[in-house]
Structure formats: structure tokens, C-alpha cells
């Protein structure tokens, strides 16, 4: 079973665990506190899962597109849409590259606990760069380093976290400038707390 057919088989009763819903909620919190939302803007959720970030942007932006690589949670979050009669959410299925061709470029560029399962980083953050308007910006979580006891199942995990230096120096190489790092929220497994980062930035406009 590859990791995108567990997230398949998962995305059903995905939202059925609380701490994913307060992880996702503690993220969508931080994001508005740090990046300037307006109904102007065109957001990219990358991994969006059930959409649970991806719906609490909804209100906040113009629109929002949900882009995973599951079938199965975007059909989750198809659900959402429908039941909640929402008009301003697109849904995409990609690839970890984001190589699919899509029609429009973005102001905002989100992700929460996708980062970790795409392999090399570095061209994900030259084509977040190249998906964005001049001046966009970018608002991604993940976790700090760990020591690999975060996941149970490790399908499909690539990195045990990230160190924030690392993130810093890849998303400044792919072209962003004001970079900024604080800690989002704690995530919690068992009797266990994981720390959450949130990296905020902006691509520059041409001078």
C-alpha cells in the first residue's frame, strides 16, 4: 500500500480524531494573525486533506483552491463544499511536485502537514514561488525536527520534521524574501507534545 492509498482508505473517518481538528484550527489561527486575509485574495492550500485549512480560509479570502494528492480526501472535501452550498472553493488533484497544470496564479500559498511527505522541498518552493503573484505570500506548517515517534504508520513520511533554519535558507534560495518563523501550536500525540512551526514570507515584486 502506497502512502497516497492509506490517506485513500483513511480519508473517511480522517476528521474523526480531535487533535487534528485543533491542529488544523491552531494553524488557521496563526495564518490569519501573521498574514493579511482579504476577499481579494486567491489561495492554494498544498495538501489540503479533508480541507479542514482550506475551509477556514473560505470566509476569509475570494477563493480557495484545495490541491491533495488523495482522491479520497479531496472527495471529503467535495462533500464540505456541497453540504455547506460553498461557491468560492476549487478542488485539484496533484502530484507532490505540483506539476499539474493549472489555470491561475495565487496571491497565498498555505499548507499544514504536507511539507514532511514530498521528498526533495527545494523545487516544491521554486514552483510555490513561480504559482505566485509578485508580492504573494506564503504561510507553511510543519513540524520541528523529531525523533520519529510523531507517526504511527511511517508510509509515505519522507522527513521527521524539519529544522527551521532549513526551511528558512530553501524558501529564501527559491526567490522569498521577509522570512519569518514562530511556533504555530503544539501537536499532540499520546502523552506526547510535537512542536508546529509556521514560516511566513513573500515573493518580491519586480523592480
Known amino acids: 500500500m502506497t502512502a ?10 480522517w476528521d474523526e480524531k480531535p487533535e487534528r481538528l485543533q491542529l488544523a484550527h ?7 494573525r501573521r498574514v493579511p486575509l482579504s476577499p481579494d485574495l486567491e489561495a492554494f492550500d498544498f495538501g489540503c486533506g479533508t480541507g479542514l485549512l482550506t475551509l477556514s480560509l473560505q470566509p476569509l479570502v475570494g477563493r ?3 490541491a491533495d494528492t488523495s482522491a479520497g480526501m479531496l472527495d471529503e472535501l467535495r462533500k464540505k463544499i456541497s453540504q455547506r452550498h460553498l461557491t468560492n472553493v476549487d478542488v485539484v488533484l496533484i502530484d507532490t511536485a505540483v506539476s499539474t497544470r493549472l489555470d491561475r496564479r495565487f496571491n497565498l500559498i498555505v499548507s499544514s502537514m504536507a511539507l ?11 514552483r510555490f514561488h513561480d504559482l505566485l503573484f509578485d508580492g504573494g505570500r506564503i504561510a507553511l506548517a510543519d513540524l ?9 504508520d511511517s ?6 520534521g524539519f529544522d527551521r533554519s532549513e526551511i528558512v535558507s530553501l524558501l529564501a534560495r527559491a526567490g ?5 518563523v ?3 501550536t503544539m501537536a499532540r500525540r499520546a502523552e506526547r507534545e510535537y512542536p508546529v512551526f509556521l514560516v511566513t514570507g513573500r515573493k518580491p515584486c519586480e523592480r
Request: charged fraction near 25%; proline fraction near 2%; include cysteine.
Open 26 to 32: 491552531a494553524v488557521g489561527a496563526e495564518i490569519q
Open 116 to 126: 514532511h511527505h514530498v521528498a526533495d522541498i527545494a523545487p516544491l518552493f521554486r
Open 176 to 180: 522569498f524574501e521577509d522570512l519569518v
Open 155 to 160: 508510509r509515505g513520511v519522507c522527513h521527521l
Open 64 to 66: 480557495v483552491t484545495g
Open 182 to 184: 514562530t511556533t504555530a
Open 144 to 152: 520541528d525536527r523529531e525523533d520519529g515517534t510523531f507517526h504511527e
Open 4 to 13: 497516497t492509498d492509506r490517506f485513500n482508505e483513511a480519508a473517511s473517518t
